[in-house]
């Protein structure tokens, strides 16, 4: 599935290459800023994103958690229904409604349900053709009258023949376009009546098509559908050949709608159920050095320090070999004086006591794993504090003295550290 999500982005890894042609460890604003506009992240998203970042240099993780907070709506959960489950299609023409409708007609079949198709779109000239054809390839059934006729009434007829002949799946498409937005609106509402009537509680999900290509201007497009309807949920086409992949993010924020599946392609296989975290690792894969990467880069550093060390303390040594063969030969007869001359009655009563460095060496030790040990529990009674505020809540702990945090109603996360005996952002 992570194979098909990363191809979708290919052209927009290329765009956001662009601006940063080599991945790093860490970015700076600025840097942020050009990358997510490229990509065709909204200017207004980009900027909350900015100001609610308060690292002046970004990481991985950073800016993984604000991403991901920008998509927290994007989790469906399937309504509860009794069969056949109703589906209605609706979107701009040239969106791509006819090739999802045949994509989720295949999918469906593929898990071994019984699927029927509906040609509603019967404003649009050779939209049913279209239809018609694709229920061929798939050898799936498929109910349509001509062009011209009333799309309700089509409705109607293929959610009584489903519950007829035991159907599992119903998906009805409709039309794009009419004369006004006004004759727009009345038709879908018709048609969301007539459902209702056919099968209790039907249409049980209305799925908006939006073209990924538009990137943020299908913003417009999803509100005016959500207005006259209400969407249930998003999927989004051609995102393959398109570099706006970052559209995603605004399209997500902006309407607050679970985004169900993703078009890669054009085969009735290429749709690919959205992952908010694989699509999100999928862009940062190209911006940031891998951890393999990045431990090795802090390796060999560690090693050229280690090798200038090593030089430096080569020559030190050299020197002070050199010095002892001085003193040695200067002190040389003062030493053989000494050594012929008696002991005194005080010299020998003198005790010589070595230093015990190892047992110092140990308490120090001992010391540093005792103050380790005391400061996450410290660090569990100050946490309470910290969080008197009701608006801050917990995301995520990653550890002892490390959390995830999130200010209820704004999009993004951040983190908090214990350090120093307090907690503070990091």
Same mark, same amino acid.
């Given at each position: /599935?992570?194979?098909?999500?990363?191809?979708?982005?290919?052209?927009?890894?290329?765009?956001?290459?662009?601006?940063?042609?080599?991945?790093?460890?860490?970015?700076?604003?600025?840097?942020?800023?050009?990358?997510?506009?490229?990509?065709?992240?909204?200017?207004?998203?980009?900027? /909350?994103?900015?100001?609610?970042?308060?690292?002046?240099?970004?990481?991985?993780?950073?800016?993984?958690?604000?991403?991901?907070?920008?998509?927290?709506?994007?989790?469906?959960?399937?309504?509860?229904?009794?069969?056949?489950?109703?589906?209605?299609?609706?979107?701009?023409?040239?969106?791509?409604?006819?090739?999802?409708?045949?994509?989720?007609?295949?999918?469906?079949?593929?898990?071994?349900?019984?699927?029927?198709?509906?040609?509603?779109?019967?404003?649009?000239?050779?939209?049913? +053709?279209?239809?018609?054809?694709?229920?061929?390839?798939?050898?799936?059934?498929?109910?349509?009258?001509?062009?011209?006729?009333?799309?309700?009434?089509?409705?109607?007829?293929?959610?009584?023949?489903?519950?007829?002949?035991?159907?599992?799946?119903?998906?009805?498409?409709?039309?794009?376009?009419?004369?006004?937005?006004?004759? %727009?609106?009345?038709?879908?509402?018709?048609?969301?009546?007539?459902?209702?009537?056919?099968?209790?509680?039907?249409?049980?999900?209305?799925?908006?098509?939006?073209? &990924?290509?538009?990137?943020?201007?299908?913003?417009?497009?999803?509100?005016?559908?959500?207005?006259?309807?209400?969407?249930?949920?998003?999927?989004?086409?051609?995102?393959?050949?398109?570099?706006?992949?970052?559209?995603?993010?605004?399209?997500?924020?902006? %309407?607050? @709608?679970?985004?169900?599946?993703? &078009?890669?392609?054009?085969?009735?296989?290429?749709?690919?159920?959205?992952?908010?975290?694989?699509?999100?690792?999928?862009?940062?894969?190209? @911006?940031?050095?891998?951890?393999?990467?990045?431990?090795?880069?802090?390796?060999?550093?560690?090693?050229?320090?280690?090798?200038? =060390?090593? =030089?430096?303390?080569?020559?030190?040594?050299?020197?002070?070999?050199?010095?002892?063969?001085?003193?040695? *030969?200067?002190?040389?007869?003062?030493?053989?004086?000494?050594?012929?001359?008696?002991?005194?009655?005080?010299?020998? +009563?003198?005790?010589?006591?070595?230093?015990?460095?190892?047992?110092?060496?140990?308490?120090?030790?001992?010391?540093?794993?005792?103050?380790?040990?005391?400061?996450?529990?410290?660090? =569990?009674?100050? @946490?309470?504090?910290?969080?008197?505020?009701?608006? @801050?809540?917990?995301?995520?702990?990653?550890?002892? *003295?490390?959390?995830?945090?999130?200010?209820?109603?704004?999009?993004?996360?951040?983190?908090?550290?214990?350090?120093?005996?307090?907690?503070?952002?990091?």
């Amino acid at each position: /599935m992570f194979g098909f999500i990363k191809k979708s982005l290919t052209k927009t890894i290329e765009a956001i290459k662009t601006v940063a042609p080599k991945k790093k460890i860490t970015f700076t604003k600025d840097e942020l800023e050009e990358i997510l506009l490229e990509a065709d992240v909204e200017y207004d998203l980009v900027e /909350m994103i900015i100001d609610q970042t308060y690292q002046d240099k970004i990481t991985r993780d950073i800016l993984r958690s604000k991403l991901l907070a920008t998509l927290a709506h994007t989790t469906y959960k399937e309504p509860e229904y009794n069969a056949p489950f109703v589906e209605l299609i609706v979107g701009v023409n040239g969106a791509g409604k006819t090739t999802t409708i045949s994509k989720l007609a295949q999918r469906y079949k593929n898990d071994g349900k019984k699927v029927i198709l509906g040609a509603g779109d019967t404003f649009r000239a050779a939209a049913i +053709e279209q239809l018609t054809l694709w229920s061929k390839r798939l050898d799936i059934p498929i109910v349509s009258s001509k062009q011209g006729h009333d799309s309700s009434a089509v409705a109607y007829d293929t959610i009584d023949s489903a519950k007829s002949k035991g159907f599992d799946h119903v998906i009805i498409d409709t039309a794009g376009r009419l004369h006004t937005q006004t004759n %727009l609106a009345n038709e879908l509402k018709k048609i969301n009546r007539i459902c209702n009537k056919a099968h209790d509680g039907s249409p049980h999900r209305t799925l908006l098509i939006i073209d &990924g290509t538009q990137g943020n201007s299908a913003i417009a497009q999803a509100k005016a559908f959500n207005d006259m309807i209400g969407i249930d949920g998003i999927i989004i086409t051609k995102l393959d050949g398109t570099a706006k992949g970052g559209s995603v993010f605004s399209i997500a924020y902006a %309407l607050e @709608l679970p985004i169900l599946y993703v &078009g890669t392609g054009e085969q009735p296989e290429d749709l690919t159920p959205f992952d908010k975290y694989e699509f999100v690792d999928g862009l940062l894969d190209a @911006l940031f050095v891998d951890d393999e990467i990045e431990t090795k880069v802090e390796t060999v550093e560690a090693s050229e320090d280690l090798s200038d =060390e090593i =030089e430096t303390s080569k020559v030190e040594d050299t020197v002070l070999e050199e010095a002892e063969k001085v003193e040695i *030969t200067e002190t040389k007869d003062d030493e053989e004086e000494i050594e012929t001359a008696p002991a005194t009655d005080d010299e020998k +009563e003198i005790e010589i006591v070595e230093p015990k460095v190892e047992g110092t060496v140990i308490e120090k030790e001992d010391e540093k794993e005792e103050e380790i040990e005391t400061q996450p529990n410290l660090a =569990e009674e100050l @946490l309470p504090q910290y969080l008197k505020d009701e608006r @801050l809540g917990v995301v995520k702990k990653e550890s002892d *003295t490390k959390i995830l945090v999130n200010y209820l109603n704004t999009p993004v996360d951040t983190y908090i550290e214990f350090t120093d005996g307090k907690w503070s952002y990091i």
